[in-house]
C-alpha cells in the first residue's frame, strides 16, 4: 500500500484526541510526517506525544519544507480558509475540519482552489464515520424503516475551553460550530429540508444552545437540539432517533446497549462502537487523495454549511427560512 505523507496545521484540542491518535493507527496508509501550530508550547508538546520531530510554527513553512501529500487542517475556523487555500494552491490534497468555513464564499473557493489545482478535498463531518450512525443510514437505505416520518438529534456539551469559540465573529456560536453535525447527517438521511425554523439562548450575540425544526419533501420532520448550556462536568452526550413507516431506531451514547432498532414486531440492541470515526473517516481520504473518486465530496460538505447558516439566520430572528428560496436567491 502506497504511504502518503501527512502534514497536520493545528496540534490543539481536536487534533490531540482525532488526528493525531489517528494517524498513529492508520501508519500502514499514512506517515505522519510533520506538524504546524503557531503555539510552540502546544507544538512541542504535541511533538513529544506523538512522536512528529519536523515541526513548524509556520505552516507555509511546512508547505514549502515537506514534500506532502495531504495537508489536515484544524485549526480555528476563521483561518479555514486562508489556510485551505494556501495548502490546495500549493498543491497539497485537504483535509479541512467542520465546520467548512465562516462563509458560502469561503467554501466556494476552497472547492474551486481544489478543481483547479485538481487536488481532493475533504470537510471532517466525522458523524458520517460514526459505526451506529452508519448503521441507521444503511438500514434507511435498505428500506428497514421505510420512509422517514420524525427524526430526533440532540447533542449536549458544555464551552470548549479555547476562547475563540467565545467569539461569535470567530465560531459563529453553536449552531455552525456544533448543529452542523447533525445537519450534516439528516441531509445525508433523509434528504434536503425544505425549511428550518430556530430559536435558541444567546449570551450576548453568541448562540450557546439551539433547538430547531426542519421539514423535509414529504411527511418527515426533524427536531435538532444543539447546545453548549451543560455544567462542566456533564459528559458530552449525543441522541438520534429516527421513526419511519415500517420500523424505528434510537441511539444514545450515554446508554451501554447504544444502538435499538424496531421493524415490525421485532426489536435488536447493539452497542456499535467498535473502530472510531475520525481513523474511519482519514482512511476514507486515502483513495480520493490518490486521484480516486470522493467518499464524501466538498459539494455535498457546502450544501451543510449552507443550511447551517439558514438555521443561524432563523436563530437570528428571520423566524421560518424556506430553503429553496434561499438557495434561488
Ligand atoms: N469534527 C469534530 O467533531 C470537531 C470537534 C472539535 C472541534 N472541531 C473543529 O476543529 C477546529 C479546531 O478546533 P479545536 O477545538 O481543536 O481548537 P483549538 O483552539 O483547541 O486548537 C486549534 C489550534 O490551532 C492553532 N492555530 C491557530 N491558528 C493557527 C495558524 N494560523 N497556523 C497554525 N496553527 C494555528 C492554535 O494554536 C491551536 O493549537 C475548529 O474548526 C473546530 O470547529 C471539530
Not at 497536520?8 to 501508519?27: D, F, M, N
Not at 479555514?80 to 465562516?102: Q, R, S, T
Not at 467554501?107 to 448503521?135: D, K
Not at 415500517?246 to 424496531?262: C, F, H, I, N, P
Request: net charge negative; hydrophobic share 40%; proline share 5%.
Amino acid at each position: 500500500m502506497e504511504r502518503l505523507a501527512v502534514g497536520l496545521i493545528g496540534c490543539g484540542t481536536l487534533s490531540s484526541y482525532a488526528h493525531g491518535p489517528a494517524l498513529r493507527k492508520l501508519e500502514r496508509m499514512y506517515e505522519f510526517r510533520a506538524i504546524a501550530d503557531i503555539d510552540p508550547i502546544t507544538l512541542n508538546a504535541f511533538s513529544k506525544r506523538f512522536g512528529v520531530d519536523r515541526k513548524y510554527t509556520d505552516y507555509k513553512e511546512m508547505i514549502s519544507s515537506e514534500d506532502l501529500d495531504i495537508a489536515i487542517v484544524a485549526t480555528p475556523t476563521p483561518t479555514h480558509e486562508e489556510i485551505g487555500l494556501y495548502v490546495l494552491n500549493h498543491g497539497v490534497n485537504l483535509f479541512m475540519e467542520k465546520p467548512f468555513a465562516l462563509t458560502l464564499e469561503g467554501a466556494r473557493n476552497m472547492i474551486e482552489a481544489s478543481e483547479r489545482q485538481g487536488r481532493a478535498l475533504q470537510v471532517g463531518h466525522c458523524v458520517r464515520f460514526w459505526p451506529g450512525y452508519v448503521q441507521i443510514k444503511e438500514q434507511m437505505s435498505n428500506g428497514d424503516y421505510g420512509e422517514p416520518l420524525l427524526a430526533k438529534a440532540h447533542r449536549w456539551g458544555t464551552m470548549p475551553a479555547p476562547l475563540w469559540y467565545r467569539d461569535p465573529a470567530q465560531s459563529n456560536g453553536v449552531g455552525l460550530d456544533v448543529a452542523i453535525h447533525d445537519l450534516d447527517y439528516l441531509r445525508w438521511l433523509i434528504g434536503e429540508p425544505k425549511s428550518v425554523y430556530a430559536q435558541g439562548r444567546f449570551e450576548g450575540k453568541l448562540p450557546m444552545t439551539v433547538q430547531a425544526v426542519l421539514e423535509f419533501e414529504g411527511d418527515a420532520i426533524a427536531y435538532i437540539d444543539a447546545s453548549w448550556d451543560f455544567p462542566p462536568s456533564w459528559r458530552f452526550a449525543t441522541f438520534f432517533e429516527i421513526i419511519g413507516t415500517k420500523g424505528m431506531a434510537q441511539m444514545d451514547s450515554r446508554e451501554s446497549t447504544t444502538l435499538e432498532v424496531y421493524t415490525g414486531h421485532t426489536s435488536s440492541a447493539s452497542s456499535p462502537r467498535e473502530d472510531d470515526a475520525y481513523t474511519r473517516q482519514l482512511a476514507a481520504f486515502w483513495e480520493p487523495a490518490r486521484g480516486g473518486k470522493p467518499v464524501l465530496p466538498a459539494t455535498d460538505s457546502y450544501k451543510s454549511l449552507e443550511l447551517a447558516l439558514a438555521l443561524n439566520k432563523s436563530l437570528n430572528g428571520a423566524g421560518r427560512v424556506e430553503l429553496k428560496r434561499e438557495i434561488a436567491q
